[in-house]
């Protein structure tokens, strides 16, 4: 006999993914830029690989900004839970199959990447 545990993971991408109306590099420069004032000391051996989990709504609002964990520096993170929120422009809603706009979770890598 043998025990075995499996926990599938299932992902629905929609047929038009939400996005930054400007494009991801437009709002890359915008994190980018409005983080030096909280990422210039930093030692980098320190700083961790973080995600912010968000959601796009159907209406074009972000809703649920959260982080899957800290990047070592608190002050990094609350600078980028309160970016998201106020990132300027527009953000387009995911579109599904039948042509209706549907809430997307994005996610966007910050810290040190890598393996």
Not at 8 to 13: C, D, E, G, L, Q
Not at 35 to 52: E, F, G, P, R, S
Not at 54 to 78: A, C, H, M, Q, W
Request: charged share 25%; with cysteine.
């Amino acid at each position: 006999m043998e025990n075995s545990y499996s926990t599938p993971h299932h992902t629905i991408v929609p047929e038009y993914q939400a996005r930054y109306k400007s494009g991801k590099e437009a709002l890359a420069t915008f994190l980018k830029e409005n983080t030096k004032n909280v990422t210039a000391n930093l030692d980098a051996k320190k700083l961790q690989a973080a995600k912010l989990f968000f959601t796009v709504t159907k209406s074009g609002t972000i809703e649920n900004v959260k982080l899957d964990r800290p990047s070592g520096y608190p002050e990094v993170d609350e600078a980028m839970v309160d970016l998201i929120n106020k990132a300027p422009g527009i953000w387009i809603p995911a579109i599904n199959y039948k042509g209706e706009k549907v809430d997307q979770e994005l996610v966007v890598s910050f810290g040190l990447m890598g393996c």
